[in-house]
């Protein structure tokens, strides 16, 4: 395993050398240490890597990841996992706004609890909560899967799109658009492999299914007055 200490040597070069992994590379285990919250730590990576960061981070830890593979051994800032297209991040700690913002693809995993915005934009991104998500999550997420064991707070699912939502705990309220919807036996398959995916010990049985009642993006005369 590489180890990187950040703040001996700095993030530039973190990134840098983080970038510089190629697909057939040798050197697929890296461990950084004294990250003390430092922003945009493994961004842009795309690489079939592993990263393990002992500690907490700022904001944008895990943007734009490729391939990869990211534990934070603590907390992240906000944006985690933002426009992610593929591989994996798992979070040990909390996770502050906007966690997977805009994601693409790949797997997000909060072990602890996320707050507002969580899955805003969503585009594909799997995001799995094992805590609580916070108010507007899934704002606008057009497609992907959003799995929270616990609650979720105000304005649920706001002017969804095809994405699907899976609640176990309560919901404050739904946004505009956003209904519970009939957990299919495909969603239940849908649900068990993200549950164990996340490493959830929680019964797909125990969820419900949130989506969009499709009545917001579809053109009606009826709304050009």
Not at 22 to 34: K, L, R, Y
Not at 94 to 101: F, N, P, R, T
Request: contains cysteine; hydrophobic residues 35%; negative net charge.
């Amino acid at each position: 395993m590489q180890t990187f200490d950040l703040e001996a040597q700095g993030l530039r070069q973190l990134n840098a050398t983080l970038h510089a992994q190629a697909d057939d590379t040798n050197q697929t285990a890296w461990e950084v240490v004294n990250p003390r919250g430092s922003h945009a730590i493994a961004v842009g990576l795309d690489a079939p890597i592993e990263v393990n960061v002992k500690g907490s981070t700022g904001y944008y830890c895990g943007g734009m990841n490729k391939q990869a593979t990211i534990n934070v051994h603590g907390s992240v800032g906000p944006g985690v996992a933002e426009n992610m297209m593929s591989g994996m991040v798992v979070i040990e700690g909390d996770a502050s706004q906007y966690a997977g913002a805009t994601g693409h693809g790949g797997t997000l995993v909060i072990k602890g609890n996320a707050s507002s915005r969580c899955g805003i934009s969503m585009k594909g991104i799997d995001i799995i909560v094992h805590g609580n998500i916070g108010h507007m999550s899934a704002f606008m997420a057009q497609s992907g899967n959003l799995v929270v064991c616990g609650d979720a707070g105000e304005a649920l699912g706001d002017s969804l799109y095809e994405a699907k939502l899976f609640v176990r705990g309560s919901v404050k309220s739904l946004g505009a658009d956003c209904i519970e919807k009939e957990m299919r036996p495909e969603h239940t398959e849908i649900l068990r492999d993200l549950l164990e995916r996340g490493g959830c010990d929680a019964k797909p049985e125990e969820f419900k299914r949130y989506g969009s009642a499709r009545q917001l993006y579809n053109f009606n005369i009826d709304n050009a007055y």
